[in-house]
C-alpha cells in the first residue's frame, strides 16, 4: 500500500465556526465549501480536514468520543507567541515533557482539540 493523500473528518456542530479557527489560526485554507461540510487543505504535510456537520440521527459508536488532532511543527515557541496575539482559545500554555515533547494546545469553537508539537531531545539523550 502506498498512501498518498490524507484526510481527517470531524463531526461538528457548526462547520463555519471551524473553518475560520482552522484558516485562520493554523494557516488552512478552503477547498470545498456546502451547507453540510467543509473541505480544508494546507501545501506541506498536514492531512486534509473535512468538517462535517453533526448528523443527531447518525447512530452511535462510529468514531472516537473525543478527539485530539496534533500536528508536528517547527518553532513551536513562535507559534504559540503568534496565537496568543491572535487570540486563540489556548487551553495548555507552551510547556516542555521531560521526554522531550514542547506542546501547546488549544480549542476550536466546536471543542475540536489541537495540539502543536515540537520534538526535542531531552537532555543526554
Known amino acids: 500500500m502506498n498512501i498518498v493523500a490524507a484526510t481527517v473528518e470531524l463531526s461538528v456542530a457548526d462547520p463555519a465556526a471551524s473553518s475560520r479557527f482552522f484558516t485562520t489560526h493554523l494557516g488552512f485554507r478552503e477547498v470545498l ?3 453540510e461540510f467543509v473541505s480544508l487543505g ?3 504535510a498536514a492531512p486534509d480536514l473535512l468538517l462535517r456537520r453533526s448528523d443527531p440521527e447518525r447512530p452511535p459508536g462510529r468514531g472516537p468520543v473525543e478527539v485530539l488532532v496534533s500536528f508536528a511543527v ?3 515557541a513562535e507559534e504559540y507567541e503568534r496565537l496568543r496575539r491572535e487570540g486563540a482559545n489556548i487551553t495548555i500554555p507552551l510547556r516542555r515533557e521531560p521526554w522531550g515533547e514542547q506542546l501547546v494546545e488549544l480549542i476550536d469553537p466546536n471543542g475540536v482539540v489541537v495540539q502543536l508539537v515540537e520534538w526535542i531531545p531531552p537532555a543526554g539523550a
Open 33 to 35: 465549501v456546502d451547507e
Open 42 to 44: 494546507r501545501d506541506d
Open 74 to 76: 517547527t518553532d513551536v
